[in-house]
Nanobody, 124 residues
Framework: QVHLAESGGGSVQAGGSLRLACAPAMSAHSLAWFRQSPGKEREGVAV????????FYGDSVKGRFTISRDPAKRMVYLQMNSLKPEDTAMYYCAAGTTAYCSSRWSLVGSYTEWGQGTQVTVSA
């Protein structure tokens, strides 16, 4: 079992940036970021797939967020730029070994390990 831990959340004004980090990022895992705000379902934000290393993004964050991993440090990052108030949520790091990363990455059930979350608040 892998105990994931997120960091880097905080409060920022619209248009600002934050970088989230998650560890440990195991090479055998696809690593994803999800977010959830009160009353809403957990939403897939981005993933970096094991093996191929390809990233995929949710439509609402394409062009603004970038996911990356540092194998040497066993870290995965989510760089968030041009933040909007609607990005406000608890952000979770997740790890899994799904064989269909590209098609199933945004499904909560594709991941077996989750962090406790880090809050991101974007004010208008």
């Amino acid at each position: 079992q892998v105990h994931l831990a997120e960091s880097g959340g905080g409060s920022v004004q619209a248009g600002g940036s934050l970088r989230l980090a998650c560890a440990p990022a195991m090479s055998a895992h696809s690593l994803a970021w999800f977010r959830q705000s009160p009353g809403k379902e957990r939403e897939g934000v981005a993933v970096i797939c094991a093996g191929s290393g390809l990233p995929f993004y949710g439509d609402s964050v394409k062009g603004r967020f970038t996911i990356s991993r540092d194998p040497a440090k066993r870290m995965v990052y989510l760089q968030m730029n041009s933040l909007k108030p609607e990005d406000t949520a608890m952000y979770y790091c997740a790890a899994g070994t799904t064989a269909y990363c590209s098609s199933r990455w945004s499904l909560v059930g594709s991941y077996t390990e989750w962090g406790q979350g880090t809050q991101v608040t974007v004010s208008a």
